[in-house]
């Protein structure tokens, strides 16, 4: 396992990208750090030779990216304790910086993105018939961490007779909603707040029978969901101008709204198209890189390269 040790001082961190990073198979050190309104800079850094940096801080739903270089700039990092680590790693440069928030203009050969890995397995690829069967037009099953999500769950609703297709807004009902609804235009929008989620693999069940899973940006612009709603659906996700470390691209191996248009009429659009299977398909292969064990070797080869 690999050493990684967290720039605040007090421990608090990303628990989930400490636990993935904690089994690359490095000698060198890796520095975690996201965000913490009360962090206190860990002074153990200055033990350190080489290292490596993983910066996994979400800036807010509400920030507006431009340079990654003048983030440490923001009001939010205003003290001295945040100041410390900012002028750490000006005087020690890491041998990479792996960056979940990273801007594609400021991506380089040693400042590269770094995502969530797909916690599970993608499962088997099924069939185009069964694909094309699938009872579930659209998924969206969401928190709030970003007013864009319940403001997309109320056009779900107010515009279900505009385009004529039914929605469930709860999991336990889905049965019984696949069932006995006539309507071959199903939609499922759920909330499931931090305190009531489902298991994963309920989550997967669902995605499992819908063609399109939705994938809205939270406090970061990158998440989990990416790589649970990519895996045995074709995720459909805001435009970003962010760098990947295997890219999504719109009509490929996924797709993304337009800013110009309304999300509901895009989702109403996409879901009608026959060619889903073949991007389908696409997205479960690029979400297979994702996939922990490999995803921590293509890490684990470049900071080796490096």
Known sequence: MARVIVANKTGQ?????YDFLQRLNV???????SW???FVFNDDLFNLDKYVLVDFVEMGWDYTYGSYNQIKYEKKFDSIEWAKFWQFISDRQPIVKFVRELPLNDAKKNVLPIEYPARYEPPQIVSREEFNSRPLEVF???GLSNPIRPQLHGEIWTNMNRYGYIVCDNLFNLNQFIQQESNPKKWVTVNTPHYGRFQV?????VSGVSKLSVSLFG?????FRNTEVSS????ICQEDDFAWTFPWIDGVNCFKFSDKISMVSQLNNIASRRDLYDIYVNGVANCERYYWPN???HLEGIIDEL
């Open 232 to 235: 045995n659906s074709i995720m």
């Open 27 to 33: 000698d060198i050190p890796i520095v975690l750090v």
């Open 219 to 223: 406090a970061g612009r990158k998440c």
């Open 36 to 38: 913490n309104e009360n």
């Open 295 to 297: 995803y921590l070797k």
């Open 13 to 17: 961190t990303d628990g989930s990208a």
């Open 140 to 142: 969206f099953n969401w």
């Open 201 to 205: 693999e309920e989550i997967f069940k």
